[in-house]
C-alpha cells in the first residue's frame, strides 16, 4: 500500500539544503542577528513580487495581523468584521487587543467572507473588515473595495495561506489598508520556523508598524507608541530569500496536482465540485473561482455526513489528511459570549461538519496523487477500504 502523507518538507527543503547551509554560516559568521541588510533584502524582495511600496518582515503570521491592527489603532470597544470559518488568529488576534469580532458567515462555495452578510453585520462601533483569503484562493479584491469604500472601514487582508494568489491580476496583500501573511513551515513558502510579512501601499502607515514593530521605539530608547516586539530574525529572512523565487514553481505545481485531481476525478459516480447546484454528490472537489488560486489546500466537502467515515478510509490507506477547520471561531469555548453575529453563521457551521483536506503539495509524486484519487473515487463509489 502507497503512503501518502499530507504535507512532506523533506523534497523541498533537501533540494536547497547547500545553499542554506552556505547562508546559515554567513549570517553566523556577520554576527549581526537582529534586523540589518539580510532583512532588508528580503522585505524588498517580496514588496517586488507582492507589487506593494513596503513589506515588513514580523515574528509570526500571527503577530502580522496584531500589528496592522495596533497600527491602524484598533482598540477596546472597536468592532473588526471577519470570517468565523477560519483559524484562531484572526480572531484571536482582534481579542487580544479589547476589540469585538463580529461573526460574518463565509460563501460555501469559496470557503471566504460573504460580503452580504458583511453588510448587515456594520454597526456603528465597526471600524475594520478582516477578510481571509482562505485555503489559497482569494476573495474577490474588486468586490472587497467597494465594499470598504462604501462602508468607511479598514481592510486588513488575512493572506496566511495565500501570498502569491491574485484576483484578475491583483496580488493578494495589495489592496487592503495592510496585508497580512505567515511563513510557518506549512505554507507555501513556509520558513523555519515561526515568522511573518506586513505589507501596505501607505507610507505613513508602513513608518507606524515599523515603529511599533521595535517597541514603539524611534530613535533609540525614545519610544513614540506603546508597541511591541515583532522583528523577523535576519537567519530566518535569508532563508526564506532563497526560497522566494521557488514560489512561483511550488504554486504551478500545486495546480497542477489540483487540475489531475478535477480531471481524474470529474464525471466520477458520486464526485461532483463544489458549485451551485452540484446535485447528489457524496464529495464535492474544490473550485479556483479566481482562476489564480495557490491551493495551499486542496479541501473537500464531504455531505450526507459522511465526512469522518472517508477520514477513517483514506487513514485506514494511509493517506494523510486533516480536518480544516472542526470548529468554526464563534464556537469556540474562549469566544463564548464574545463578539456578535454568531447566530447566523450557519453556512460556518455546516462547513466544519464537512471539510476535508488531502494531499496537494508540490513534490507530491504521480504515483502518490494517482492512490489519492483512486481512494476519493472508491469511496464515492462505496467500495469498503
Given at each position: ?38 532583512l ?96 489559497g ?37 495589495s ?22 510579512l ?34 523577523m ?10 526560497k ?36 447528489d ?50 464556537r ?12 447566523s ?7 466544519a461538519?464537512e ?31
Amino acid at each position: 500500500m502507497i503512503t501518502v502523507p499530507l504535507l512532506d518538507l523533506a523534497p523541498q527543503n533537501g533540494a536547497l539544503e547547500a545553499a542554506y547551509e552556505s547562508t546559515f554560516r554567513e549570517v553566523m559568521r556577520s554576527n549581526a542577528f537582529i534586523m540589518g541588510p539580510r532583512l532588508e533584502a528580503f522585505e524588498k524582495a517580496c514588496a517586488e513580487a507582492l507589487q506593494v511600496k513596503h513589506a515588513i518582515g514580523v515574528s509570526s503570521g500571527t503577530d502580522a495581523l496584531v500589528l496592522p491592527l495596533m497600527a491602524l489603532g484598533i482598540g477596546e470597544g472597536d468592532e473588526v468584521l471577519l470570517p468565523a470559518f477560519t483559524f484562531f488568529a484572526t480572531a484571536g488576534s482582534v481579542a487580544r487587543l479589547g476589540a469585538v469580532p463580529v461573526w460574518v458567515d463565509v460563501d460555501p462555495h469559496t470557503f471566504n467572507i460573504n460580503l452580504a452578510d458583511a453588510a448587515r453585520k456594520v454597526g456603528p462601533r465597526t471600524k475594520a473588515i478582516m477578510p481571509v483569503h482562505l485555503f489559497g484562493q482569494s476573495c474577490d479584491l474588486g468586490a472587497l473595495r467597494t465594499f470598504a469604500s462604501a462602508h468607511k472601514l479598514f481592510v486588513i487582508e488575512d493572506a496566511a495561506q495565500s501570498m502569491g494568489a491574485r484576483w484578475q491580476g491583483q496580488s493578494t496583500m495589495s489592496v487592503g489598508d495592510f496585508g497580512a501573511t505567515s511563513f510557518f513551515p506549512s505554507k507555501n513558502l513556509g520558513g523555519f520556523g515561526d515568522s511573518g510579512l506586513v505589507t501596505t501601499q501607505n507610507d505613513a502607515l508602513a513608518e507606524r508598524a515599523r515603529i511599533l514593530r521595535v517597541h514603539g521605539m524611534q530613535p533609540k530608547y525614545y519610544h513614540k507608541f506603546i508597541g511591541a516586539n515583532f522583528r523577523m530574525d535576519p537567519l530566518q529572512a535569508a532563508l526564506l530569500h532563497i526560497k522566494l523565487p521557488h514560489l512561483p514553481s511550488y504554486n504551478c505545481a500545486r495546480a497542477g496536482n489540483a487540475g489531475y485531481y478535477h480531471t481524474t476525478l470529474r464525471g466520477a459516480p458520486g464526485i461532483g465540485e463544489n458549485r451551485p447546484g452540484a446535485g447528489d454528490a457524496k464529495i464535492l472537489l474544490p473550485v479556483d473561482f479566481s482562476g489564480q488560486g495557490i491551493w495551499n489546500q486542496f479541501t473537500l466537502r464531504v455531505l450526507h455526513g459522511k465526512r469522518d467515515a472517508l477520514k477513517a478510509f483514506l487513514t485506514n490507506r494511509k493517506i494523510g489528511c486533516e480536518i480544516y477547520y472542526p470548529v468554526p471561531l464563534h464556537r469556540q469555548e474562549c469566544f463564548a459570549g464574545v463578539g456578535r453575529g454568531a447566530d447566523s453563521a450557519r453556512v460556518a457551521e455546516q462547513l466544519a461538519q464537512e471539510v476535508l483536506s488531502v494531499p496537494v503539495f508540490p513534490e507530491i509524486t504521480t504515483e502518490q496523487r494517482q492512490w489519492v484519487a483512486t481512494s476519493l473515487a472508491d469511496f464515492a463509489a462505496g467500495k469498503s477500504a
